[in-house]
C-alpha cells in the first residue's frame, strides 16, 4: 500500500535549520510530482513546495522568501525539505503529499506529518 | 495571489444535507479540490476536479463548480462526518492555494 513518512522534526530556535524527510513507498515514486505542505496549531493548510518528477520544475509559495528548498531523490524513493533561517511562525506540522493527477494540484496521499517547533 | 474563502463553521443535524461553499474570483474556470481532515490526522481527499470521487469515498459526497463558488455537499450526513474541510485550486499564478477551512459540526 502506498505510504508516505516524514521525519526530521523537531525544536529549533529562531534562525536555526532543519531537514525534514519523506520515504515513500508502495508506488513508483520517480512516476509523481511531490509537494510540502504545512499546517501552524490550530490553523489551516498552507502550501509550501511543489516539484516535478525529475527535479526540472520546481515551485515555492512567495511567502517562504527563498528560505525553503525541495528536492528529491529517486533512486532514494525520497522528498527532502531544507528549512533555513526558522521563525516562531514556522512552527507547525509539515506534510509531504503525493500529486495523484500529474498537473492537476490534487493531492490523493498525505504522509501523517512531522512537527516542527521554533522556540527560543 | 488567488484568495479562496470557505464559511468558518457549519452545522447539520444528521441524516440531513450538508453545503459546504468555497469562494473565489471565477472560481468556476479553475479545478477545485477538497479534502477532508480529522483531529490529529492528515487530510483525506475527498472530491477532486470539483466532482469526481476517489475510491472508497461514500457516494454522499459531491461536489460542484460555477461562477465564483465550488460546493461540496454531504447527503445524509453522519456523525463520522464531522471534520474540517478544505478546498484547494491548483492556480498557475498562486501556486495551490487551500481555502482557510470549514468546520463541520453534526449536531
Known amino acids: 500500500q502506498v505510504q508516505l513518512v516524514e521525519s526530521g522534526g523537531g525544536l529549533v530556535k529562531p534562525g536555526g535549520s532543519l531537514r525534514l524527510s519523506c520515504a515513500a513507498s508502495g508506488f513508483t515514486f520517480s512516476d509523481y510530482y511531490m509537494s510540502w505542505i504545512r499546517q501552524a496549531p490550530g490553523k489551516g493548510l498552507e502550501w509550501i513546495s511543489y516539484i516535478r518528477s525529475s527535479s526540472r520544475n520546481i515551485y515555492y509559495a512567495v511567502s517562504l522568501e527563498g528560505r525553503f528548498t525541495i528536492s528529491r531523490d529517486n533512486a532514494k524513493n525520497s522528498l527532502y525539505l531544507q528549512l533555513n533561517n526558522l521563525r516562531d511562525e514556522d512552527t507547525g506540522v509539515y506534510f509531504c503529499?503525493?500529486?495523484?493527477?500529474?498537473?492537476?494540484?490534487?493531492?490523493?496521499?498525505w504522509g501523517q506529518g512531522t512537527l516542527v517547533t521554533v522556540s527560543s | 495571489s488567488y484568495v479562496l474563502t470557505q464559511p468558518p463553521s457549519v452545522s447539520v443535524a444528521p441524516g440531513k444535507t450538508a453545503r459546504l461553499t468555497c469562494g473565489g474570483n471565477?472560481?468556476?474556470?479553475?479545478?477545485v479540490h477538497w479534502y477532508q481532515q480529522k483531529p490529529g490526522q492528515a487530510p483525506v481527499l475527498v472530491i477532486y476536479?470539483?466532482?469526481d470521487r476517489p475510491s472508497g469515498i461514500p457516494e454522499r459526497f459531491s461536489g460542484s463548480n460555477s461562477g465564483n463558488t465550488a460546493t461540496l455537499t454531504i447527503s445524509r450526513v453522519e456523525a463520522g462526518d464531522e471534520a474540517d474541510y478544505y478546498c484547494q485550486v491548483w492556480d498557475s499564478s498562486s501556486d495551490h492555494p487551500f481555502g482557510g477551512g470549514t468546520k463541520l459540526t453534526v449536531l
Open positions: 503529499a503525493r500529486e495523484g493527477i500529474q498537473g492537476s494540484g490534487c493531492y490523493d496521499k
Open positions: 471565477n472560481i468556476g474556470s479553475k479545478s
Open positions: 476536479y470539483d466532482s
